[in-house]
Nanobody, 115 residues
Framework: VHLVESGGGLVQAGGSLRLSCAASGSAFSIYVMAWYRQAPGKQRELVAKITSGGTTTYIDSVKGRFTISRGSAPNTVYLQMGSLRPEDTAIYYC??????????WGQGTQVSVPS
């Protein structure tokens, strides 16, 4: 499974961005797609995830501001981010987990929200 992310950038506090991730390869076996982020000097953390059945999970700090969704194209996932804060600054990574437990990562996309 190969993941390609897009949509990062620089945005002012309070602004919005949408991240996209498309999976290819043996993508028919994907069970969960998720977005993680890693800020400088911090551990990578799960931001949001969505199962093949559509169940979503978010970390508390983004609830009500971020929305994860699946696209109409197979194995495409989006992260709509609103009311962005400086603490949202990080490299955002797309992750996919297949039914065999295999975990795959994208290359990451930078999101910067200056204070």
């Amino acid at each position: 499974v190969h993941l390609v992310e897009s949509g990062g950038g620089l945005v002012q506090a309070g602004g919005s961005l949408r991240l996209s991730c498309a999976a290819s390869g043996s993508a028919f076996s994907i069970y969960v797609m998720a977005w993680y982020r890693q800020a400088p000097g911090k551990q990578r953390e799960l931001v949001a995830k969505i199962t093949s059945g559509g169940t979503t999970t978010y970390i508390d700090s983004v609830k009500g501001r971020f929305t994860i969704s699946r696209g109409s194209a197979p194995n495409t996932v989006y992260l709509q981010m609103g009311s962005l804060r400086p603490e949202d600054t990080a490299i955002y990574y797309c992750n996919a987990v297949d039914f065999n437990g295999g975990s795959y990562w994208g290359q990451g996309t930078q999101v910067s929200v200056p204070s």
